[in-house]
């Protein structure tokens, strides 16, 4: 729950509600404000959902209902450290005419974790050598780190080196970057995809068994009849048009993120997986993406590393560890999620007026379907 700023002034505040010594409700929000004008006090104002059902981007101020206000004193908060403490609830006073609202107990109170911080933030070309320092010694200057820190630093320091190596660049387009930065950003890119090749060809961790025999029976029949070229631009159009690329591209989608990429990030993983996907290929880049051209050398350096690593996958015989499905999928759970969906799909459409027609499905598929979705409200 951290909340540190790149310009001017930053506060975090991380909430719970309760009761000191009573009853407690349990809940969490993350606020990070940044930029703030001069102040000596924040106040956090609580509201209760008179509806909620309602969408959070169809909400009004007319749907909330205010219950009271929490304030908390810069003096309590400044500093580089968190300061954590419980924080009285003053109740909203209704007006006679609002009627019989729920009112919070004289005891309400908030838990409030939180910091404030003014920071000195100097030009961008004053941090140049620092950022391209952090950039390539991170991991060295890690370990160096590593013995002297508690966890809470190591906390600090690993979501600040987030921040900062997620934006670096590597945009290669002279179009779309400073004509100072194209070298530099070249360099970046070679470095992302040497990095994600070698993971990929020295195969860390295990192999799925059924993708193995697959592609060992597609091999076999391509090599009967003469074609085991074909064979591999099977294998690799599968395994890596499927599979691998879209992982690079949309890492959130696959579960190796919870968060969607920034900008910078997204365009490395963009030119990370169009890279790859040629090097799957065997193809080099053309005219029409130009400025793509400084990346043949490198897929031509690791073309052999790359059919070796189809034969690998695709050899029934080999030695690299297996794994294989246990055959258990949650049928209830993934059920609920895709009528969910369809709900979505079709109802609110044809809330607006869209109306699902044959030309996406059958009339008695489509009335079949609209059947069961009303069935299971």
């Not at 729950?1 to 809940?27: E, I, K, Y």
């Amino acid at each position: 729950m951290a909340g540190d700023n790149a310009s001017g002034s930053s506060g975090g505040l991380g909430t719970g509600g309760g009761v000191a010594g009573g009853c407690q409700l349990f809940w969490g929000e993350f606020f990070e404000l940044d930029n703030l004008p001069s102040f000596s006090q924040i106040t956090l104002h609580l509201f209760r959902e008179e509806d909620s059902k309602k969408k959070r981007h169809s909400r009004d101020e007319s749907s909330l209902h205010p219950l009271g206000s929490v304030t908390i004193p810069l003096a309590d908060i400044q500093g580089r450290t968190y300061q954590e403490k419980w924080y009285p609830i003053t109740s909203f006073k209704a007006s006679a005419s609002a009627g019989n609202k729920e009112v919070l107990c004289p005891q309400a109170s908030l838990r409030i974790r939180a910091r404030f911080q003014n920071l000195k933030v100097l030009p961008m070309e004053k941090y140049k050598e620092f950022a391209e320092y952090v950039t390539v010694n991170y991991l060295e200057m890690c370990g160096n780190l590593e013995p002297l820190l508690n966890v809470k630093e190591k906390e600090e320091l690993a979501g600040a080196l987030v921040h900062v190596l997620q934006m670096e660049n590597s945009e290669v387009d002279p179009l779309k970057c400073p004509g100072s930065e194209l070298s530099s950003n070249q360099q970046h890119l070679r470095e992302t995809c040497e990095d994600v090749v070698q993971k990929i060809v020295e195969i860390h961790g295990p192999f799925p068994e059924e993708l193995n025999k697959i592609f060992s029976n597609w091999m076999e029949l391509c090599e009967d009849q003469g074609k085991a070229e074909i064979g591999q631009r099977l294998i690799s159009a599968s395994l890596f048009l499927r599979f691998l690329c879209p992982a690079i591209l949309s890492p959130s989608l696959f579960g190796l993120t919870q968060s969607y990429p920034e900008p910078n990030t997204l365009r490395t993983l963009t030119l990370t997986a169009k890279v790859i996907q040629n090097l799957a290929n065997f193809t080099l880049f053309g005219e029409k993406e130009e400025y793509m051209l400084f990346m043949n050398e490198f897929l031509q350096q690791h073309w052999d590393g790359m059919r070796c690593f189809l034969q690998t996958v695709s050899n029934q015989d080999t030695e690299i560890p297996m794994t294989s499905f246990d055959g258990y999928v949650d049928l209830p759970l993934r059920l609920a999620v895709l009528h969910g969906l369809l709900v979505d799909i079709i109802y609110k459409k044809e809330q607006v007026g869209q109306k699902m027609t044959s030309v996406w499905f059958p009339f008695f598929t489509m009335s079949k379907l609209h059947f069961y979705l009303h069935q299971m409200f």
